[in-house]
């Protein structure tokens, strides 16, 4: 038996999912290229206009100087690391224990750039200013990652940012953005993207979180910074022929979904209450300060995955896609809010909580 | 005045060009898409049928037991020669002068795998085995591209070929096939492309170059090593969680064009005998051994690129779209022959040719 395979397919084929834009499929990248001309060129190696003009209005948008698109996330914030490495003569860059470069590239940083990162803070909470006058001499650059995805999408306080930012600068300590989530923050801070990015150096965005584009990233920041990162990106292999793909898509995407940012923020807060008002479940955080969030239920997985399986084949409405266990051997899950989450009837989805609080009363 | 992009906008307006497939456009990869349904799952970060299908019938292809497909070759053969290197505890890699790896990477394989080269053969010829039996001790895999792309394309006889990967076997030294142009040599090797490969560790094939397709490669070889490929995938940033726009265009313009290799072949032959034909130019090779050769021409670019035009311009039918200068101030362009050819009438064809043998003779 298993019940994991199983969960994911009657989370794919319910009638009201709960979560994301939709499905990752062909239909996706499809509905971008209707919007553009079979005639319209292909960017060739970084260069032409359907890649230098979406990477100036980027820029614009972050409020940087420059801009350039990258094929993933992962390349483009490696070479921002090792920029500022080489720029400050040190191989010390510093960043929270669950950042993305630590847990989910192969060591790709350590290995190609041979960067020595300072885990600050613990695993339970976003770095807080403390951590970081606390780091120890000659680190190159302090990346942040708001929301902290790992932990639910938790963030400072925009103050503590702010202090954050003015004691690098201060300290020559470039401070480097990981905004993979950076839009669906600023209705959380009632701050605009080019607020945000003006306390750092350099800024990476990806177009397929929450914005639901196919791949690809933006590095933004001084054009002296982004025209080294083109040489890196070409040593990467990252300088593809033809990126247009996803830079087609990104642009579509990110037009179509920027304007509800702020709706996904506000439903993101009314479906954790919903986790919350069930039995053994809590969130994290409590109250969402993005689209996104934990789930994190007081019981073993294989107890609590036929009870989401259950209600959802009951009721229609479809949770996640999958449980994860947890060291204490109690399980969690994410959740982000995307276009799905409207179209969930309420009466529906209120029946379908109600029906999972009395599952998981049966626990333990 | 700026004579070059004047040609290029010459050429890219001609009626009957004679290079390549078609322009880079959308219009590309929208006729791939029209392909599959809109319903059909994206690959995810490396896995899902759309990814692993095509890595399966690659690696039959090839003649190899697996295979993993890398958003560009700079990747996927930085990641093979460091694979080698590592499983010989050497640094050392051996390669032609003109290979990609050393003039168009920005140096990616030194500074990102610290990687030393040994360059074989000079800058004119392709590598003989008498190169190979030349090689100082340690090395750690030998990288051979057939056909040699910066020289015309031209290829070692094929007995050769198998003498130097005996010598490479017997020595120990892992064998590297830069393939970005496999397809294009089965014809006048009359060999297929697991015969090819039989002779290599490794194998490297590209998807956009007589393939046609948008950008995309594949790495091919024992279990093994493609499974320590996908790890540095996922270091060097080429993991995305979703490739299929190059993927499935791969798939069918591979399709599309593998079975008119020997017609391009057979085409590039009686090209190049019709420049040969004309005033001051010589074909590298003289008889093309693949789709593609080097046109050289004995006069200065300011002097030649005006005459290109002149015919462009009063036959429709158009040559090239660039003509760079060589060191002894002459200058030489690069012919590869796709779908277009065919289409040039040969009337057309052989006036221009007659036209451009005038304009030359004033050469001098």
Redesign the interface.
Same mark, same amino acid.
């Given at each position: 038996m298993k019940p994991s395979p199983f969960l994911s397919e009657v989370y794919n084929k319910s009638s009201f999912p709960l979560i994301g834009h939709g /499905?990752?499929?062909? &239909?996706?990248?499809?509905?971008a *290229?209707d919007q553009?001309? &079979?005639?319209?060129?292909?960017d !060739?190696y970084g260069t032409g206009t359907v890649i230098e003009q979406f990477q100036l209005d980027v820029a614009q948008l972050l409020g940087k100087p420059a801009a350039v698109f990258? /094929?993933?996330?992962?390349?483009?914030q490696?070479i921002a690391l090792r920029i500022w490495s080489d720029a400050a003569g040190s191989k010390k860059v510093a960043y929270h224990p669950l950042c993305h470069l630590e847990i989910h590239?192969?060591?790709?940083m350590k290995? *190609?750039?041979h960067l020595e990162p300072i885990l600050l803070a613990d695993k339970t909470r976003p770095v807080r200013l403390a951590d970081v006058q606390g780091m120890p001499e000659g680190v190159a650059c302090l990346l942040l990652e708001l929301p902290q995805r790992e932990i639910g999408g938790q963030l400072p306080p925009y103050e503590e940012l702010e202090a954050i930012a003015a004691y690098c600068r201060s300290n020559s300590i470039k401070l480097h953005l990981d905004g993979a989530r950076l839009f669906e923050i600023l209705p959380y801070y009632g701050k605009t993207a080019e607020e945000v990015c003006s306390l750092f150096d350099s800024v990476y965005i990806s177009f397929?979180k929450g914005l639901g584009g !196919?791949?690809g990233a933006m590095l933004a920041g001084e054009y002296d910074m982004t025209e080294q990162a083109k !040489?890196?990106k070409?040593?990467? &292999?990252?300088?593809?022929?033809? *990126?247009? /793909?996803?830079i087609?898509s990104a642009d579509y995407y990110m037009k179509l979904r920027l304007p509800h940012m702020e709706r996904y923020y506000k439903e993101a807060i009314e479906l954790a209450a919903l986790y919350n008002s069930c039995h053994a479940i809590t969130t994290v955080p409590e109250v969402p300060v993005s689209n996104m969030f934990h789930v994190h239920i007081a019981g073993k997985k294989e107890a609590v995955e036929p009870m989401f399986i259950a209600v959802s084949q009951e009721t229609g409405v479809g949770f996640t896609h999958i449980v994860r266990e947890k060291e204490d051997s109690n399980c969690y899950f994410e959740v982000s809010i995307g276009e799905r989450y409207a179209a969930v009837p309420q009466d529906r989805m209120h029946e379908a909580f109600r029906k999972l609080d009395e599952q998981l009363r049966s626990l333990n």
């Open positions: /499905p990752r499929n062909v &239909g996706v990248l499809k509905e *290229l553009y001309e &079979g005639e319209q060129d292909s !060739i990258f /094929p993933s996330g992962t390349m483009a490696q590239e192969q060591d790709g290995e *190609l750039h397929y !196919i791949a !040489i890196w070409r040593r990467h &292999g990252g300088d593809l022929i033809s *990126l247009y /793909p996803y087609l």
